[in-house]
Every structure is written in structure tokens, then in C-alpha cells.
């Protein structure tokens, strides 16, 4: 059971990136999924989830209106769309799963099974 987040990379301030999170010896299907990032020095913070049942989604403050949360169960990959990417935004993204079929959107760390080992975001100002 293995999750791999990838699509990170550098990117000008304004632009975009897709993150994917891509499960390998399961299916995403039925499970809650969510994106965190961790800056340099700071904590590990919740920016999206989706729910495992209908496809119900969150997002901090911050990211609201830039970023889309979606799923492609035949590809079994979670994406976290960015648009409009800020400087702030840099940070090492993770995903996380917990099997949770109901429209339940988990936003702590403590409530996922499953994490990805991080993809780098560097946005330049």
C-alpha cells in the first residue's frame, strides 16, 4: 500500500502546478483523501480534502478560489489543481488516505491512514 505524490517544481509567482497523488495496491475509491504542506520551519497544515463517498471538498482559507481538489478513480490519482500560485505556497506537499466512505472531510493529520513521501513546491516572487 504505497501513495506517491508528484508535480512539484519551480514555478514563477502567478503561475500553476497539478499536483498528483497516485495509490499503488489500492483504490482511492472510498477513501478520503487530503493535501497538506509543510513550510521550512513551520508546521504541517492541512489545504484540501476531498470525501471518500461523494466527492465533497475543503480548503483553507488561503487556497480558496486557486486551488481545485478532483479525483480520477479510473486513473486511481487524487489531483490538487494550483492556479495563481504565491510565494507562500512554497512548501513540501503531501497527500494523505483514510478509508472513510461517507461525505466526513477529514482536515487533521492524526485522521489519515495513508501518506505520500512529499512533493516540492517553490513558487518565485
Known amino acids: 500500500v504505497q501513495l506517491q505524490a508528484s508535480g512539484g517544481g519551480l514555478v514563477q509567482s502567478g503561475g500553476s502546478l497539478r499536483l498528483s497523488c497516485t495509490a499503488s495496491?489500492?483504490?482511492?475509491?472510498?477513501?478520503?483523501i487530503g493535501w497538506f504542506r509543510q513550510a521550512p520551519g513551520k508546521e504541517r497544515e492541512a489545504v484540501s480534502c476531498?470525501?471518500?463517498?461523494?466527492?465533497?471538498?475543503h480548503y483553507r482559507d488561503a487556497v480558496k478560489g486557486r486551488f481545485t481538489i478532483y479525483r480520477d478513480n479510473a486513473k486511481n490519482t487524487v489531483y490538487l489543481q494550483m492556479n495563481r500560485l504565491q510565494y507562500e505556497d512554497t512548501a513540501v506537499y503531501y497527500c494523505?488516505?483514510?478509508?472513510?466512505?461517507?461525505?466526513?472531510?477529514?482536515?487533521?493529520?492524526?485522521?489519515?491512514?495513508?501518506w505520500g513521501q512529499g512533493t516540492l513546491v517553490t513558487v518565485s516572487s
Open positions: 494523505a488516505a483514510v478509508m472513510r466512505y461517507s461525505s466526513y472531510l477529514p482536515k487533521a493529520k492524526f485522521e489519515y491512514d495513508y
Open positions: 495496491g489500492f483504490s482511492l475509491e472510498s477513501y478520503a
Open positions: 476531498i470525501s471518500g463517498e461523494d466527492d465533497s471538498t
